[in-house]
Structures are given as C-alpha cells and as structure tokens.
C-alpha cells in the first residue's frame, strides 16, 4: 500500500541536470514535426523516377498517397487549401509539359509525372495560352489568305477571342468532369486497382492540349495538307497520353466498356481540334476569283 | 524545471520600454492637416505621387516606392486611355471588330487579378493590391505605343506603317514586361520565378495583340 508520501507530486529536474547525474540513462528525444523532409523526398525522387517507379509501382503511390494525405488539410475556404493545388516548382511543371509532348509507351502520365501532386497552374494557363494562340494565329492566318485582294479589309476579329475561351475552357473542365463521374460510377460496380482524383484527371486533360499550342501556331501555314498533317500529328500524341492514362483504369471492367470509354475520350479530343482548325482558320483552298475586272455592257460595246 | 519555480519579477527591476505602437498617434493630427490644406495640394499631391510612378515605371530600378505606396488612380487613367484610344476601329460587322471598351477594361482588371492571385498562390509575399498597382503602371508604355500607332496610322495604312507599329509595340511591350518583372519577381519564390512572369508576359502580350491589329476603319 502506498504512503501519502510515495503519492506526493515529484518534481523533475531539467533533462541536462538528470543526464549529467545519471550518463548511462537511456533518453529519447520528440523533435518537432518537420515539413521539409516532405519535400526533400519529392526532389530526390525526381532525378531517377522512372527506374523507382516501375520496379516499385505501387508501393511508391502508396507512400506518396500517404504524404499527399498530409498535405490537403485546410478547409476549403481558406486560401491556403488552393496554394496545395499550386505547390509546384518550375522544373516540375517544365517536366510534366515534356512528358504530355513525348509520351513514352506503357508509361502512365499521372503516375509518372503528377505523383498525388496535382496542380491547377498548369491546366488553367495551358488553357489560357491556348485561346489566345489560335486566336491570334487564326486571326493573323486568315490575314496572311487574303492578303493582296482588294475587296478584303482586315478585321480583328476580336468576339473569336470569347468563343475560344468557352469552348476550350469547357472542355478541359467539364469533360474531366464527366470522366471523372463515370469512372467513380464504373468503380462501385467494378473494383479498379487504379483510380483518379478529379484533379488528376483535369491534370492530365490540361497538360495534355500543351501539344495544341505550336499546332496552332504552325497551323498559320496555309496549306491544307500542311494542317492536316498537323492536326493528325497533335492528335496522336495528347490522344495518346490520355488513352495511357485511362486504359490502366478500365481495363478490368466490361471489354466493351473499356473500349467505348477510351474511344469517346479520343473522339471528343478529335472533334475539339477539327472544330478549332474548321472554325478560326479560313480554308486556304477556298480562293476567291482573282481580281479580274468583271466584263461589263459598257466594255463590250467598246470592243 | 527547478529554476523556473521561483522566477519573479523583483521589485529592483525596472520594466522599460513602449507598449503603445507609435504609428497611430501621428494620423489625427495628418488628418486635420488635410482638411485643413487648400483643395489644390491634395490633388496635387496624388498626382505628383502618380508622375512619380510613372517615372519609375519608365525607368524601372528596383526601388520599392512604387511598392510600398500602391495606388490604383494610374492604372486607372492608363486603363481608361488605352480603352478609349482602341476605339473607333474597323467596325463595319459588329461581331468581327475590334474589343468594345467594356472588354478592354475587363480584360486589364480581370488579367491584372488573375495574375496576382496566382503569384500569391504560387506563394508570392507581395500584397494584391500592391501586385494591381505594378501591374497597371507597366501598362505604361503599351498606352505610349497606342498613342504613337493612332499617330501613325493617320499618316497611311501601307506595309511601311505597319512595320513601324510593328517595331514599336514590340519594343515597349519588351519594356512593359521587363519593367513589371523588374518590380515583382523579387517578391516570389526563387525556383517559381518562371511561373509567375509568364502569364504577365501573356497579359502584355495579348495587350500589345489589342494595339497591333487595330485598323481604323
């Protein structure tokens, strides 16, 4: 039974004072929480990721879907849960461009290159950059066609700019919207082992129109082969880098689901760039008569 | 914690120094000043405070006045000079002319907030309005290139005219960049400095798009 003395409160010297009376004592040291080997980690990561990530795979997501747990704990009306969308570095966002232009075979974009770290910077000016090179290349381009004939006076063309907008914005949004819902959908019937967040996917729909940028530039010049070419080009790439990405994510379900899905996705990004192409760039083979003089009654009655 | 238990503010220790924060003692008695001053050097004031910015836009060094004392009356007068001046273009369709005054406005104020928000969001140190006021004074030069393009444009529309706009909306676009990065990109992240100048490198660019293609009808 213990004494109301043994039950007295003790106090404790300072951790210094007891080590230095007692050296041979086992201590253990509670540092604080530190945020930087967080980061650390990612970087180190980077130099020699694709080596990690196909032997390790999922145990790499794994770890890394731990860590980005961490990060995305502010409410969402704070601004510091939007700064978790833009926590990216130059090199980062360079590298994730690189890998949306040449996509490798078998390589998924998303777990290669996003790692649980989407960000919005990419996708919203992709976007923005987008608009405004085919407007402007549409614009210029269709000045370079009817340069030299006398019934065309330039115009700028400047309500283009605001249908460019909707439509590219609309689609890099609404459609990984969509996608998003009919794989949730498609998950609770079938069990995926790979599944993507919302943000994920509009990562990979952002990054993906990258390729459109020096098409539209390039689409200035005005040969219709030259265009089409292009167009076919662009396709393949960015139509590649989404059909990698999503092939992973419903190939366990239904054959003939898997397919449809992977080829709406195609089909919507082919009609998204032929419609650009038809839409702001004026067909350069559609040549207006040259101008010749029309043969009026009064110059025959010369004649 | 041994030593901790009888810490004591003894009586033979003096306690010094100033709670109170000095800076607000001084503005009632600024505030009367100025109702007292004649009308005139308050305006005169401002507007010696916004030629000052527009000094320093045109030379930028990387001062931090025009950080630290933001105004948006420049902008503003810039804003509302090139929107005005981008009028009276080509306007035989309406759907195909040149940007109305609405969407000029709309275009600077709404790109101006766009871009700070994502250089606050990227983890910028420097304040919105701050970040407005920079961003409009830069305007600046691309207002002065307008001016000097209307003025060409009333001399001919030929190649030759085209190529002197060309040159001149390119060169003070190049200034207008350099100026506003000169005074932001300090305040950013350093391994982020590449994403914050890019889209003001798109803001000015789509700007100088604006001057370069308007014809007058």
Known sequence: ?303 | FAGLADVSISEDIPVEGEITVPVGSHSPEEDFSTLDEPVRDTIMRDLKAVGKKFVHVMYPKKSSALLRDWDLWGPLVLCVSLALMLQGGSADSKDDGGPQFAEVFVIIWFGAVVITLNSKLLGGTISFFQSLCVLGYCVLPLTVAMLVCRLVLLAGSGTISFIIRLIVVVAMFGWSTLASTAFLADSQPPNRKALVVYPIFLFYFVISWMILAFTPQ
């Open chain 1, 1 to 303: 039974m213990a004494t109301v003395d043994d039950l007295k409160f003790e106090e404790f010297d300072d951790a210094a004072n007891l080590l230095a009376a007692n050296p041979d004592a086992t201590t253990i040291s509670i540092d604080e929480p530190v945020e930087i080997p967080k980061n650390q980690h990612s970087r180190r990561q980077e130099p020699g990721r694709e080596e990690d990530d196909e032997l390790l795979g999922t145990f790499h997501s794994d770890k890394t879907e731990l860590l980005a747990g961490q990060k995305k704990s502010a409410p969402f009306w704070t601004f510091e849960y939007y700064q978790t969308f833009f926590d990216v570095d130059t090199y980062q966002v360079l590298d994730r461009i690189k890998g949306s232009v040449f996509p490798v075979p078998g390589k998924n974009f998303v777990r290669l290159y996003i790692r649980s770290n989407p960000d919005l910077y990419g996708p919203f000016w992709i976007c923005a950059t987008l608009v405004f090179a085919i407007a402007v290349s549409g614009n210029l381009s269709n000045f370079l066609i009817h340069l030299g004939k006398p019934t065309y006076h330039y115009v700028p063309e400047f309500r283009k700019v605001s249908i460019a907008a909707t439509t590219i914005f609309a689609y890099a949004w609404l459609v990984p919207l969509a996608l998003w819902g009919f794989l949730m959908w498609r998950n609770s019937k079938v069990m995926n082992i790979v599944s993507y967040s919302f943000l994920e996917i509009v990562c990979v729909y952002g990054y993906s129109l990258f390729i459109y940028i020096p098409t539209a530039i390039l689409w200035i010049i005005p040969e219709k082969v030259v265009r089409w070419v292009l167009l076919m080009f662009s396709l393949c790439i960015s139509g590649s880098v989404l059909v990698m990405t999503f092939w992973p994510a419903v190939r366990d379900d239904n054959r003939r689901i898997a397919l449809a899905t992977v080829g709406t996705v195609v089909l919507l990004h082919a009609l998204l760039s032929v419609g650009c192409l038809a839409y702001f760039f004026d067909a350069p083979e559609l040549d207006f008569p040259a101008p010749i003089i029309p043969i009026t009654p009064a110059h025959n009655g010369t004649t």
